[in-house]
């Protein structure tokens, strides 16, 4: 799944640097009950962004547009988060926000980012036992912990905060990206007569 390997490419590095340790094995229990947490999450947030927001403001703006504002709109949402700071949220929006919605513009499926945002959530939080997004999920199957620098580890905040992840996930967006340009899968912003045309033709029906 390459949700977990790109979370997996992610803790390899942290370990290479000693900043990810592992002590033993977890709680293999743990693991199994985020499994349904963090398949909802991706569930729930993927309908939301992509496949609400994304594709009223694409409509509206075109891809462009609406793929910055709904990565910075997804990336303000989780300053709500437990430990989460300006750093955190600009990671989660240019990340994952950018990432995710790259994924589903490249397929026009929502199946790929939510199968890319569970598999990212649960190896993080059921896999490599760290926090997910600033949440406590230290419960999963490997006996672990981080440290080092906030800017590589992504301190309290978990991996997500980690320059490592946003490299990496500005790297997969532009792969994402890529294909969707040779899908013909990019929508240009429409002139605003065009879309004053097509509101009166809505309204009218």
Known sequence: MPGVVLCGAVIANLAF????????????????????????????????????????IEERTGTWIALTLTGVLFGLAHLLNPHAGLVGAIAIAIEAGGMLGAAYIATRTLWVPIGLHFGWNFALGGIFSTEVSGNDTQQGLLDAATSGPSLISGGDF???????TVVFGVLTTIVFLWLAHRRGHLKPRRPRTERAGATTATLAR
Do not use: D, K, N
């Not at 985020?34 to 909802?40: D, F, K, Q, T």
């Not at 978990?158 to 490592?164: A, D, W």
């Open 158 to 164: 978990g991996p997500e905060g980690s320059l490592y």
């Open 17 to 56: 640097l000693g900043y990810y340790t592992v002590g033993g094995l977890g709680s293999p229990t743990g693991a199994v009950g985020l499994l349904g947490l963090m398949a909802a999450a991706a569930v729930t947030e993927e309908l939301l962004y992509r496949g609400f927001l994304f594709r009223i």
